[in-house]
């Protein structure tokens, strides 16, 4: 029996949609009725959209569509109507040259999808790592009520009686391989231990970076962050973010009440407790300034001045991300570093850090150590300046040989990935362990999309002398995987006229971790002599060619310029919701 339709006080967005008495109200609500609601059912009560990244493409999201089933149980218990839609995906392992090319791409189609359709509050289903990061973005920029759910770990695995971590036990394997010291049946019984579970990286790479971040930015319910992608408690905890979006939809609290400038402090703060990926660092700059904020690279080496890394987690450890939430998670370190975070911001529980970290406790101390056992004692991200990088460069000193962090040698400069693919394993390369490994034209701009390519392989020469580091330094990432002592984001990048364009080889260049400088001691009047070389534009049209023209630098996260607010009218600027498709 269809009821009257009544006209409702415009509480809610999706309103303007559905309950109109003219002919868009009648379209709108016989397109719902298409899909099989009950339009009247839902009368009053918020949509929530349901953002799913679950693609084949991207086999750390395969679980979400589970996940996304347990989120609209939890919809649907509290009253509302959950309506799911798919977005770009972007996976680790597939997409190139670089997922992080697309990260704004995604970014887009998240608050595009949210500002055009009937929806009221957002639950993210998100876990590799471009994945997380494109989705706050997007709803920071759409400034709906939103929850962040992660699909989560990978359940550890093993070979041979050890357990693997994804990514950095990959790294350590694939250079026995490339050395001889396994053989090629070793290696391809490895390939299925790797993959003996689903879920993301289950180390705390830039995925569970990520998603660590989210929980510090009060985005995701406390402690689920860790969960294991194939424990029931994922989808326990699903449900209770989709009963909660519906709180968070009816009392209208959005990320920009939550991501706040002491929220970010927060969570610079965990991310160097957790020792994380350097990845974190663009991310985090990129969300910040799509609420308006600008979080300068210098605020990560403030902050890591006094906070200690405290998770003895891979790569910058040994455990993995189950023992680290056994342990307590995230929960449990925060409350470790209380005295450091602002306890009073409001998160997605609606309540306070201090209220959601009363019942935490760390149960193992040597997987998140005491403040007096800290796995490093302060700065496990630094920042460097110096000739070589004016806008600044990072490192990631926890996962970083000691012996290397003041380092002089000669440089070896490979003018592109190219360069350095064909020419690293040649045994005539002339390179020795004090060597520093200089890789250009891999930024922002340069490829395009500052693939993951900094952790330059050791040459297998020196490898088989039992030299495993080197500093290594371009305008690259690294996978939150990697480790070494590898300098990256340097800023200006080559392609965007930095100074590291015109290294040589042979050019003597000097990293002074303490003192936070990397120069190329090089003359100023002989670098005034140098040109770089002119690089030919790879892209013409399309994205690329949109990504290339409008990518901001590192040191701004490599967001778009269009994409970050210029102005408050630009900061609050919702556009009007009226007329036909
Ligand atoms: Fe997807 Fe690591 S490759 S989380």
Redesign the pocket.
Known sequence: MTRPIQIQTRRYRSSEWFYGRDELGFQNRSALRSIGVDVDRYQGRPVIGIANSWSEL???NITLRDVAEAVKRGVLAAGALPLEFPTISL???FTKPSAMLYRNLMAMDVEEMLRSNPIDAVVLLS???KTGPAQLMGAASANLPAIQVNAGPRAPFEWRGEQIG??TDLWKYWDQFRTGQISEEQWRELEHCMSCSQG??NVM???STMSAMAEALGMMLPGTSTIDATDPDRLIAAEAAGRRIVALAETNLRPSDIMTPAAFDNAVRVLLAIGGSTNAILHLIAIAGRLGYTLPLARFDELGSTTPCLANLKPSGVHLVRQFHLSGGVPALMQTIEHHLDTTCLTITSQTVAANLANANVTDPDVIRPLTNPVLGAGALAVLTGNLAPLGAVIKVSAASPNLLVHEGPALVFSDYEDMLARIESPDLEVAADTVLVLQNCGPRGVPGMPEWGAIPIPAKLQRQGVTDMVRLSDARMSG?SYGTVVLHVCPEAAAGGLLALVQTGDRIKLDVPNRRLDLLVAPEVLATRQPKPRPRTHLRGYPRLYTDHVLQADEGCDFDFLRPRTEEELVFVPPIVGRS
């Open positions: 991207n086999n750390c996976g680790e392992e876990n590799c790592d994804s990514g993301a990286c790479g830039t995925a995987t």
